[in-house]
């Protein structure tokens, strides 16, 4: 079962790092790191189940896959951004969080405009 | 695999920060500042290899690439 190995590493992940911080708080981030990326990787094969399985439901409705590529894409880089923007929060540094966050929201919207750009035609296309 | 990775950090971090004290009190302090950088230095090492495999983990299967 996932969620016990996901719930164990945080809680001794989270024990030893308060044992550590503070003696060397610095050190105590470094492990909050460690532990985030290993609970990802716990997840990572639920992921790409869940990954495979839009696949099947976007082929099977034939929706264009590009749009699911894309929606993908900005579920990842949502992800990382969050990821950063927490660990920089963690040591109480929430102006680079704040400008990671801000960094994101604008690879998220780039990615975006060639969606709203298709909706724009399909109405654009549809008025007399 | 990921976690002998946490143990070995926190091992790595309980150590320098017990040579460290010990160092202290032995009173040669700039020794103590060494040991507590390489402790953070091969902490950093071992950081950085894992969050390199997240992220290629994260673009493999993103397709952020």
Known sequence: ?128 | MDIDLIFRIAGVGIIVAILHTVLEQLGNRNQAQLVALAGVVVVLLMVVQMVYDLFDTVKTMFRLN
Not at chain 1, 44 to 60: G, H, I, K, N, S
Not at chain 1, 62 to 82: N, P, Q, R
Request: with cysteine; charged share 15%; aromatic share 4%.
């Open chain 1, 1 to 128: 079962m996932d969620i016990l190995r996901v719930v164990a590493l945080g809680l001794i992940g989270t024990v030893l790092a308060v044992a550590i911080r503070q003696h060397r708080p610095e050190l105590a981030l470094q492990l909050s790191i460690a532990v985030g990326v290993a609970i990802f990787i716990i997840l990572v094969p639920a992921l790409v189940e869940l990954v495979t399985f839009l696949q099947d439901l976007a082929l099977r409705a034939d929706v264009d896959l590009i749009y699911l590529d894309l929606i993908l894409k900005i579920i990842g880089v949502a992800y990382i951004t969050e990821f950063g923007a927490q660990v920089c929060r963690d040591a109480q540094e929430s102006a680079v969080a704040s400008k990671v966050e801000m960094a994101g929201k604008i690879t998220i919207l780039l990615l975006a405009v060639p969606i709203v750009m298709a909706v724009l035609n399909l109405i654009l296309g549809l008025l007399p």
